[in-house]
């Protein structure tokens, strides 16, 4: 996997695009692998993908279709700032699903959540229109899972959950439910899930997204973030 630590610019530049490609290889050179960090309005952004590269020695290249800059406080023309970028060989995951709360979650998360959040006991994660998370099946597989979430407090239609393995090809699903929008706080769900042991990856989509920025809606809480869900737990 490769794991990137980065921050956007303050307003919505279009993300960055990843690429990573051979050096010394005719031009223009050889791409390999890339993908897109999406802007998110967040201080700090992880993000995770699998990837299968052989050893060796590769350039990675960053391109944000629009800079951003903000004078005379910010003259320089900003893309996006990286704290970390890390290839790994071996991806830690905790057996049996992602809870929140767990220090290892962050790492089982591949992309479109918020920062982690507290409230009553309970951690959580905001994600976007479409977040990602790896998880593990192991012994003889899953027969069910239980979902611990919830909605933004405006109807966004609801949410579609389907599932991967981390090596199938893409649109490729190997089980797949919806959950209809719910109005309250947090609910428990019980799912009908036939997985073998293995690794996957989860994806959440969300029909539309809310959010209410400066609170122009008093009746609702301000949120300037496009969220599509809240995650607590998923457990197979």
Do not use: C
């Not at 910010?74 to 970028?85: C, D, I, P, Q, V």
């Not at 830690?92 to 409230?119: C, K, M, N, T």
């Not at 609910?187 to 969300?206: I, K, N, S, T």
Request: glycine share 12%.
């Amino acid at each position: 996997r490769v794991r990137f630590d980065y921050a956007h610019v303050p307003v919505d530049g279009g993300g960055v695009d990843v690429s990573v490609r051979r050096p010394g290889a005719p031009e223009p050179l050889v791409g390999v692998w890339s993908t897109h960090l999406p802007w998110r309005y967040a201080e700090r952004s992880v993000e995770s993908r699998v990837v299968d590269l052989e050893a060796g020695d590769y350039e990675v290249v960053f391109s944000a279709p629009r800079g951003w800059t903000d004078p005379p406080a910010e003259t320089r023309r900003l893309g996006f700032a990286l704290e970390s970028m890390v290839f790994e060989e071996s991806w830690e995951i905790a057996p049996g699903g992602i809870d929140v709360a767990a220090e290892a979650a962050e790492d089982q998360l591949i992309s479109g959540w918020f920062e982690g959040e507290q409230s009553a006991g309970r951690h959580y994660r905001w994600a976007g229109e479409h977040a990602e998370a790896i998880v593990r099946v192991e012994g003889g597989g899953a027969t069910g899972a239980s979902l611990s979430y919830r909605f933004p407090p405006g109807p966004t239609g609801g949410l579609s959950v389907s599932v991967r393995p981390v090596d199938a090809r893409e649109g490729e699903t190997g089980w797949s439910t919806r959950i209809e929008w719910r109005e309250g706080e947090w609910h428990e769900q019980a799912l009908d899930v036939r997985l073998g042991p293995g690794d996957y990856v989860v994806m959440f989509d969300a029909d539309t997204t809310w959010s209410n920025p400066e609170g122009h809606d008093e009746k609702l809480p301000p949120e300037n973030r496009a969220l599509g869900f809240a995650l607590s737990s998923l457990m197979f």
